[in-house]
């Protein structure tokens, strides 16, 4: 072949070569025109004897051949020797594959100081020897090849074989070192650790096994390693039996004491999952990559203290893995309903927090305390916590909470929290522990802030931080600006516990009663969202938008049943303070408390860039005639408007996150629906590479290879993910078509315009046609509808955006609100003859989004 790895002009020293491996090495290096010194001292296996036959038998093989190749009968002891053969024959040496061994097995406690000896001398003191004398010339003339053998012996240890483990592991130490020091004179070291039928192995493995290990499968590694193309330094390898495998060290990412803080075996076993856990691990590949956690150690400075409960070193700024989680209108007015809101179903300012159709509704702020607080009692439920806080849930009280909002809660949305330990404080008979989130919305822009403060009891007194010492938010000494009071329900626990917080102490009587309580007790937080209420209520007149945050100290238990009395102070236009008594104890439960207030609403914050559309116009320097994911979804979307049966037979919402570049899309096959971003929850979630999905929508990836291999994630309902073939078929000409156009493509295309038009439908585009005209020549009628609103319109299927007084048909993913009812009922509204409200109470009128929306569709009347 002529393009074979050859080897014409160099000498290769192959020690142990008169049978089993060194044989093979050396037949196969002087086949590809290396010069072969055949050294073997002709001993047995054990080492003894010695003749000159085995190593002329592969020299007069390697000639008859025709190649060139000298014997060297020496022993490995005598490197020197060896080497001066090469340099005599050949005038150089460039390869030295040190193959040569004995075994000497016997158990440890039966073994001999002359069976160790024999071994190391063999082994690793005549592996010294050749390479020794071999290594001046190879540095001289810039260039060298150094193989080394071990074993699995040495790796992993081995029954019997404690000489030959020390050995075989000591070469991979010594060849590691070469490395590094040959790397500079091109001289590249590595060590092979084989499995193949040979006379060291013939007595320890089955026949049949011998012939499935020949030598013949371990020479072309060794072969490429020597030759001048490779330049892997430094590596270890297992091969055999067809198999060839590179090695590395593995070590978990352990566990450190900080100096100046004494540790002892007591500490080590307490640690000990840490330090063994494989799951959290590091590959090191040097010493100074070794030294790294110890380093950084020395420079962290002097520990901060702990005990036994607490060890601040470990857990303060830990950073919590991030987690998410989802609301909606349900949620809030459940919520809204577990604080007291409603107790009078007429009273309209509350029901602005718990009747999702009303135009006024609104999240409580309060309510963003909930999904972190849920978070933390789920991830204690499962064990998990931050490192060095070793304490349970029977230690613990809430004593403070801040909860700050940069702006009003949407009605629904996905949430992201990023959780740390912000602050630890030694009290003395107890610790504080102050736990920060910051919660995003879905768009990634900061959303919530929370600091949850835990007091620890009897988890201080090691001498530290005592934390901020002055009262804050004091009362003062005058009467209330406001006092507002509600007597809660004797079950208002068990309605508050349906917004997540599980714990049996709110519920359990048997349980509340191990705890020394008569009953159980009301939450700590559903107090703290009956003092909000009543701020809102007093000084905004309810208007939960101007709220920017809430701090609160829990000064004393609160029983279902009991009166709460709020006496509010105003400090000024943005501040008041407050506490929270219980009427019937005359208890406060609630103190050193404030609300702080926005004098205008926060508004979310404006995109620098459009809003994210599903249209598939390429991103800026995108090449001309490339195609995209964006053009690919575009293409699914209008396979599916041609084939509405392929979505009505799968009937799932998937949700494509890619990668390099980023991007989300939603294939909603419920709704025949192609969107960029999240515009309906997912029953199927699929995170890939953007290389990846467009080589699985090219035929060329099978999904199920990349799942197995772990560049394909699949979450929800994953045998849902089997449906997707039809995304082969997609019309690539079209897609190819549309790429083609890149540079003549206006830069954003009209949001209405992303998808084609719909199927021509009985009644709907006459409905549409007369809402536009209407919408046009009244403008008023489009200031009420005030929203951009999808229209999803099913028996027959179509698609319309209405924009201001913009009628178009497609679909539009940045709508305010998606409206999904039928052609018939979209007819009737119309007419006159249906009303939205009865609509959506049945069920004939789906509304995601915004869904005041729907109050307004009065203006589709007369359309």
């Given at each position: 072949m002529a393009d074979e790895l050859r080897f014409d002009g160099r000498v290769a020293i192959v020690t142990g070569a008169g049978n089993g491996l060194g044989r093979s090495h050396a037949l196969l290096l002087a086949k590809r025109g290396a010069k072969v010194v055949v050294n073997d001292l002709g001993g047995s296996h054990t080492g003894g004897g010695k003749s000159s036959a085995a190593a002329d038998a592969v020299v007069a093989e390697i000639v008859a051949g025709g190649g060139e190749a000298v014997a060297n009968y020496d022993s490995v002891e005598d490197g020197a020797s060896i080497v001066k053969s090469a340099i005599d024959a050949f005038g150089r040496v460039d390869i030295v594959v040190n193959n040569a061994g004995i075994l000497r097995d016997v158990s440890f406690q039966k073994m001999t100081a002359d069976d160790w000896d024999l071994v190391y001398r063999v082994h690793v003191l005549g592996a010294y020897r050749v390479t020794a004398a071999a290594w001046p010339y190879m540095r001289e003339q810039k260039y060298g090849r150094v193989v080394f053998t071990s074993s699995a012996a040495g790796i992993y240890g081995n029954f019997g074989q404690a000489n030959y483990s020390m050995a075989k592991l000591g070469v991979v130490g010594f060849a590691s070192t070469l490395a590094l020091e040959g790397k500079k004179n091109n001289v590249v070291v590595n060590t092979i650790a084989p499995i193949a039928g040979s006379r060291m192995t013939e007595t320890v493995l089955p026949k049949d096994l011998l012939e499935s290990l020949k030598p013949e499968f371990v020479s072309p590694l060794v072969a490429w390693l020597c030759h001048e193309s490779n330049s892997d330094t430094g590596g270890l390898f297992e091969v055999g039996g067809g198999f060839i495998g590179k090695l590395r060290w593995e070590r978990t990412q352990g566990t450190v004491f900080r100096l100046g803080r004494a540790f002892g075996p007591d500490q080590v076993k307490a640690r000990w999952g840490e330090i063994t856990d494989f799951g959290k691990s590091e590959h090191p590949a040097s010493v100074t990559e070794s030294m790294a956690p110890i380093m950084a150690n020395v420079e962290a400075g002097p520990s901060k203290g702990g005990n036994e409960f607490i060890d601040v070193d470990l857990a303060l700024g830990y950073q919590f893995p991030e987690s998410t989680s989802r609301y909606d209108e349900r949620d809030l007015a459940l919520y809204a309903l577990g604080v007291g809101a409603s107790r009078n179903p007429l009273d309209t300012t509350d029901l602005h927090y718990t009747y999702e159709l009303d135009e006024g509704f609104q999240a409580l702020p309060t309510y963003a305390?909930?999904?972190?607080?849920?978070?933390?009692?789920?991830?204690?439920?499962?064990?998990?916590?931050?490192?060095?806080?070793?304490?349970?849930?029977?230690?613990?009280?809430?004593?403070?909470?801040?909860?700050?909002?940069?702006?009003?809660?949407?009605?629904?949305?996905?949430?992201?929290?990023?959780?740390?330990?912000?602050?630890?404080?030694?009290?003395?008979?107890?610790?504080?522990?102050?736990?920060?989130?910051?919660?995003?919305?879905?768009?990634?822009e900061l959303l919530a802030i929370n600091e949850v403060t835990t007091f620890v009891r009897g988890a201080g007194a090691w001498g530290g931080d005592r934390g901020p010492s002055a009262e804050v938010n004091v009362p003062p000494d005058r009467a209330p600006d406001a006092v507002l009071e509600d007597k809660t329900s004797e079950a208002q626990a068990l309605l508050y516990r349906l917004s997540g917080d599980w714990n049996p102490l709110h519920a359990d009587p048997g349980f509340a009663g191990a705890f020394g309580y008569a009953r159980p007790i009301l939450h700590g937080l559903c107090s703290f969202g009956y003092a909000g209420r009543h701020v809102l209520k007093a000084f905004t007149g309810g208007d939960a938008r101007r709220f920017k945050s809430i701090k609160v100290r829990f000064a004393d238990t609160v029983f279902p049943g009991e009166t709460l009395v709020t006496e509010m102070w105003k400090e000024s236009e943005t501040r008041v303070v407050f506490r929270c008594k219980v009427k019937e104890r005359d208890k406060v439960v609630i103190s050193n408390a404030a609300v702080e207030l926005y004098t205008e609403v926060p508004q979310k914050k404006s995109k620098a860039s459009a809003p994210a559309s599903a249209s598939a116009a390429p991103?800026?320097?995108?090449?001309?005639?490339?195609?995209?994911?964006?053009?690919?979804?575009?293409?699914?979307?209008?396979?599916?408007?041609?084939?509405?049966?392929?979505?009505?037979?799968?009937?799932?919402?998937?949700?494509?996150?890619?990668?390099?570049?980023?991007?989300?899309?939603?294939?909603?096959?419920?709704?025949?629906?192609?969107?960029?971003?999240?515009?309906?929850?997912?029953?199927?979630?699929?995170?890939?590479?953007?290389?990846?999905?467009?080589?699985?929508?090219?035929?060329?990836?099978?999904?199920?290879?990349?799942?197995?291999?772990?560049?394909?994630?699949?979450?929800?309902?994953?045998?849902?993910?089997?449906?997707?073939?039809?995304?082969?078929?997609?019309?690539?000409?079209?897609?190819?078509?549309?790429?083609?156009?890149?540079?003549?493509?206006?830069?954003?295309?009209?949001?209405?315009?992303?998808?084609?038009?719909?199927?021509?439908?009985?009644?709907?585009?006459?409905?549409?046609?007369?809402?536009?005209?209407?919408?046009?020549?009244?403008?008023?009628?489009?200031?009420?509808?005030?929203?951009?609103?999808?229209?999803?319109?099913?028996?027959?299927?179509?698609?319309?955006?209405?924009?201001?007084?913009?009628?178009?048909?497609?679909?539009?993913?940045?709508?305010?609100?998606?409206?999904?009812?039928?052609?018939?009922?979209?007819?009737?509204?119309?007419?006159?003859?249906?009303?939205?409200?009865?609509?959506f109470q049945h069920g004939r009128l789906r509304v995601d989004g915004d869904v005041r929306v729907a109050h307004r569709l009065g203006v589709l009347k007369n359309s």
């Open positions: 305390v909930v999904p972190v607080v849920n978070g933390i009692l789920d991830a204690g439920r499962r064990g998990e916590t931050a490192p060095g806080l070793n304490f349970g849930l029977d230690r613990i009280l809430h004593g403070e909470q801040y909860t700050e909002l940069l702006r009003p809660l949407p009605p629904k949305q996905k949430l992201t929290h990023r959780s740390r330990v912000k602050a630890i404080y030694d009290k003395g008979k107890g610790a504080v522990v102050v736990n920060e989130t910051k919660t995003f919305d879905e768009e990634g991103a800026a320097g995108a090449a001309p005639g490339k195609i995209t994911s964006g053009l690919v979804f575009e293409a699914i979307g209008a396979y599916l408007t041609k084939n509405p049966d392929v979505a009505a037979k799968v009937g799932t919402v998937f949700q494509f996150k890619l990668t390099a570049p980023a991007s989300q899309w939603t294939l909603d096959l419920k709704l025949n629906q192609v969107a960029r971003g999240e515009t309906a929850v997912p029953e199927c979630t699929l995170e890939l590479s953007d290389a990846d999905f467009m080589a699985m929508t090219e035929g060329k990836a099978n999904p199920m290879k990349l799942f197995t291999s772990g560049k394909l994630k699949i979450s929800g309902n994953v045998m849902a993910s089997q449906k997707l073939d039809f995304l082969t078929k997609i019309d690539r000409k079209a897609m190819e078509a549309a790429a083609a156009g890149v540079v003549a493509a206006p830069a954003a295309a009209p949001a209405a315009s992303e998808a084609p038009a719909p199927a021509a439908s009985a009644r709907a585009p006459e409905v549409f046609k007369a809402l536009a005209d209407r919408l046009a020549a009244n403008p008023a009628l489009a200031a009420e509808l005030g929203a951009v609103v999808q229209f999803n319109v099913t028996g027959p299927d179509g698609q319309w955006v209405v924009d201001g007084a913009k009628v178009t048909p497609g679909r539009n993913s940045a709508a305010a609100a998606f409206l999904t009812l039928s052609d018939e009922d979209l007819a009737a509204l119309a007419a006159g003859t249906a009303d939205a409200k009865a609509l």
